[in-house]
């Protein structure tokens, strides 16, 4: 049984799982912001640097799907700590390897390590997320997701900042770099050991095969599946949105950079206001209600993008796009979580589905969209937000104990 924590322990773990969303958002800009140095430092074209975030995300893809079996080995607690002090490794390698050494291979490790941790850790981030949730009572899990976005903005703007100090790429990594371990050693004391984000214990202690079993359990429940539809239109919607809105403005509506910069801030906007202050709402009408409004917003938003005859109802309906997109995700996770004696497992592949989903996506609409057009292969996604509103029956809260049919 887990230990019952003080009101100074909660508050601490809470602190703790909101500092690591904020410094996993933080190592994606930190590199992000630095791509055209690395490419400069490199003497690599854009199809080279394609290749290497290809590799990323196939590292981040594995990370995700492994991230349950690393905690069943080392319990959530450890895991984070791990992963963390991977990608914060990663980040520095990255820079090490542009700037001094000028070597790709050193670069593409860094890239591996950076892309394995953070997809892991997001699995086992968000299993502690449903946890506080759970003990909270109301709907808090979509602030966290606003905090790995605030990650993303401070780290851009660290990155502009960086550049106009004429920081070299290493230097800005490794403060960084040390910024996240440092974190991640501090965050590691603040995050009680808890049986059901199977952490070891004195008193427990299960087989490695027990554990493996308990994390992937979810996998045999229908549900599972249904809650990964509405969680996987959603990423698709969210992850297009953020490599695809700024040049589906200026290629298919024919506008100035800049407008598309814009519109990808007003969908970045819509989504992180949304996140913070959406909970009530949730809690007001129910998580299935909101689904249903919301994927009808995200699926009008995204028309309006691809049909709007002008910049302002393009703009509209980015916005739109971005309220809609912004709950798919933790309220889905929100769901998985319903019942605490399963919600690890559940958690872990219902994360799985979204990340896959989020960084497999927009590659896939890159490929589709050669062939038909950017702004007409939007219109998939506004098929798979439907169906996530169909589907979102799914994440009606299920009582603790309460059964899930199994294949």
């Not at 995050?191 to 952490?199: C, G, H, K, S």
């Not at 229908?222 to 290629?251: C, H, K």
Request: aromatic share 8%; glycine share 14%.
């Amino acid at each position: 049984m887990d230990t019952a924590l003080t009101r100074s322990q909660f508050v601490r773990w809470r602190a703790a799982i909101f500092a690591i969303f904020l410094a996993s958002g933080l190592s994606i800009s930190t590199w992000a912001s630095r791509v055209p140095d690395i490419a400069d430092s490199l003497g690599i074209d854009r199809a080279q640097i394609g290749l290497l975030l290809l590799g990323m995300g196939v590292s981040s893809i594995v990370g995700i799907s492994t991230g349950p079996l690393v905690m069943a080995r080392t319990g959530a607690r450890l895991g984070m700590l791990i992963t963390m002090l991977m990608f914060g490794s990663g980040v520095c390698l990255i820079g090490l390897g542009a700037d001094q050494f000028g070597s790709i291979p050193v670069v593409v490790l860094g890239m591996v390590l950076f892309g394995f941790g953070n997809g892991s850790v997001d699995v086992m981030m968000n299993v502690e997320a449903t946890a506080i949730e759970q003990q909270m009572g109301r709907t808090i899990l979509p602030v966290f997701h606003a905090f790995f976005s605030f990650g993303t903005v401070i780290g851009a703007g660290a990155g502009v900042l960086a550049t106009g100090l004429g920081l070299t790429v290493a230097a800005h990594a490794g403060i960084m770099s040390a910024i996240i371990i440092t974190a991640a050693i501090v965050c590691f004391f603040q995050v009680p050991v808890r049986e059901a984000a199977l952490d070891p214990t004195p008193d427990v202690k299960p087989s490695f095969g027990q554990r493996v079993h308990t994390a992937l359990e979810a996998w045999r429940e229908p549900r599972t599946y249904a809650l990964g539809i509405v969680m996987l239109g959603m990423s698709f919607a969210e992850g297009g949105a953020n490599d695809w809105i700024a040049l589906g403005v200026v290629q298919g509506h024919h506008q100035e950079s800049g407008m598309g910069a814009l519109a990808l801030a007003v969908f970045s906007v819509g989504m992180t206001v949304v996140r913070l202050f959406g909970g009530p709402l949730v809690d007001r009408f129910g998580r299935v209600a909101v689904l249903r409004v919301l994927a009808c917003a995200a699926a009008s938003g995204i028309l309006l993008f691809i049909l709007g005859p002008n910049l302002p109802i393009v703009l509209i309906g980015a916005a739109l796009w971005g309220i809609g997109a912004s709950l798919g995700f933790p309220l889905g996770m929100s769901a998985a979580a319903d019942d605490p004696a399963k919600a690890a497992a559940r958690v872990s592949a219902a994360a799985t589905i979204g990340y896959v989903a989020f960084l497999g996506g927009p590659p896939v609409l890159g490929v589709i969209s050669e062939h038909i057009g950017l702004l007409n292969t939007l219109f998939i996604l506004v098929a798979l937000v439907v169906m996530s509103g169909l589907f979102s029956g799914a994440a009606r809260p299920l009582r603790t104990g309460e059964p899930v049919a199994t294949k």
